[in-house]
């Protein structure tokens, strides 16, 4: 029943700068055999995500190890039970976990969770009901605390993040201002997140737009970008604005710092003079609110008030390009690869 | 009864960088006749703070208006009243209020404050029992959020502001680690306040030293320095780490960014991987809260669980050195200048 081989990739050398195709490689495998206490998974969608950059790189800390060269590239994913050991799982069922960048994997039973696949596409799991959904959610509304009326700016305004940042603001009365790569992507942040307004950034004036776009200064950004961004809204804060700091893609493929000058006395003199509160946040300390959140965005979806918008690639063999693709703007909407049909014989 | 000149130091220009003596300026000017509803002040003491140093530039955004060029310098001051207009406060009351670098002035009685001479000396009214010390208290009690055990590091160990938060970081628990320019700053910091270590800043291996003294990494940055030290202190951060940010002495002589590389995104990575909070605050949105404060550190002082050290240079004139010096970190504890004395004829 099982074919002979599983499709994976590997992280084949790790980058050095932007990645590039040879820093993956595609291999035929054997089957895994689920040994008790696992359950065989068929993957159906794998989850590319800006922090699977930093898992590529060996030397820098970060917050989890890095991925071993040799080893199967990490990601979030969705997938179908083919066999199973553990009595909660039966073939057939939908489930999430992290099977990584292969078509197949036998997945500790402790490490999965069963999904309803009536309650929504099983994809939006790994979007706008899971990781990145929770990550724009808990940031927001957590750290970055915003009122109605207060203006908030948040970076890759159309990214799986930017465009859920958005909405739960303006959800939260606030005038909400996007930036994005281009003016196609600025013209979906209005019109189909409704964001207030949105600046380009590879327009010329991104400083002068962005100050024109903000009339009565900035309360909260949602700082998932850095760079230029961040240089761009730092004059424009007001007295006790936020800044949840979830993510610097600007900087993942970074391979030293930047020429100066150096602009952390810039940086820090604003946070004194206007009393900013900068506050680090990641999506894993918030597991615990999940089911709170769920409540909410379930209910958000099903009156429209939230827009949900994926950017599928199917074949697992196109997950290196469309990952070198993501950490350079490629992507519209949350970036998935479909890796396998549900149903289909495997 | 008055002497026909009033000495008042003005700002005769601004700094470019280091302030010099020629920025100031002695005059004499005639005696100030209080209008109805004020109270004229003979200054006794007057406080030399770092941000008196902002006042002094014209370009930069702060959180107050500049010194207008050919003004008399701004000080909050301790005095005695010597004529008044108001019921409030009569002849010989001592006052607190903001007179500025002059022997005599005529303030609205609105914006003084009586003091109790028994209570303390008069100048601890501008050090522990005021500003700099409500600046500690709020500042490391409030974002600082210190927990018992955890190692709370600050700058300028021995200055107005860090000698508190030290001391009243022992008082919660913390070990405290301060960082002070030179050995003798240093043994006062651990002799007389109590710190756990200090590091001095001027020997070569501050970021090697500083990690020596940290063994268990840092949980609260009390910043009030910036530059050299928060670089050293950046990489020992643990996870959900707090940074106040009081002050950036370290960068008010400057007059431009310093060269690169840029560190702001190694600073932002450190915040998003550790979680960081850092928070900027400044006294004047705590007044409320005096109170609160003024009861705490004045049963700690009666009880010696906080020392205090003033550093006071008698005569107007030498407030511009003095100055100039608190720069550069010539002072050791409170920097006051005794600009008059209590109770003598004027």
Redesign the interface.
């Known amino acids: 029943m099982s074919p002979a081989v599983n499709r994976q990739i590997l992280l084949a050398s790790r980058p050095h700068g932007e990645p590039v195709p040879e820093n993956f490689q595609l291999v035929e495998s054997p089957m895994p055999v689920p040994v008790p206490g696992q359950v065989l998974v068929k993957t159906l969608y794998l989850s590319l995500d800006p922090y699977q950059r930093g898992r590529m790189s060996g030397s820098e ?3 989890v190890p890095p991925i071993p060269v040799g080893g199967v590239m990490q990601a979030e994913t969705v997938g179908e039970v083919v066999e199973s050991t553990d009595p909660r799982f039966a073939v057939g069922d939908a489930v999430i976990g992290y099977a990584g960048w292969q078509e197949f994997a036998a997945v500790p039973a402790g490490a999965l969770r069963k999904l309803d696949p009536s309650a929504a596409p099983l994809s939006w799991n790994l979007g706008v009901l899971g990781m990145p959904g929770l990550t724009a959610w808990v940031g927001l509304l957590d ?1 970055g605390a915003p009122k109605p009326g207060e203006t908030v700016v948040v970076g890759a305004a159309t990214g799986a993040v930017g465009a859920i940042v958005g909405q739960i603001a303006k959800i939260h009365g606030c005038r909400v201002v996007g930036i994005a790569g281009g003016a196609a992507k600025c013209a979906i942040a209005r019109e189909e997140f409704g964001f207030d307004e949105c600046v380009d950034h590879k327009a010329p004036g991104l400083a002068e737009n962005l100050r024109a776009a903000c009339p009565n200064g900035v309360d909260v950004y949602f ?1 998932n970008v ?2 230029e961004l ?1 240089r761009a809204v730092l004059p424009l804060f007001n007295l006790h604005a936020r800044i949840p ?4 893609i600007a ?1 993942y493929n ?1 391979t ?27 999506v894993m ?1 918030s597991f615990p609110k999940y089911p709170e959140f769920i409540g909410q965005m379930a209910g958000w979806l099903r009156e429209g008030r939230v827009k949900y918008r994926e950017d599928v690639t199917p074949g697992l063999e196109n997950a290196p390009a469309e990952m070198i693709g993501l950490l350079k703007g490629k992507n519209v909407g949350k970036k998935v690869i479909q890796v396998g049909t549900q149903g289909a014989a495997i």
Chains 1, 2 share one sequence.
Do not use: N, W
């Open positions: 800390k970060s917050y750290p700082e850095g760079g961040f700091v979830c993510g610097l900087h970074e030293a710092l930047p020429e100066g000058p150096d602009f952390t006395p810039a940086v820090m003199r604003e946070i004194l003079v206007k009393r900013l509160r900068v506050q680090g946040f990641l300390d």
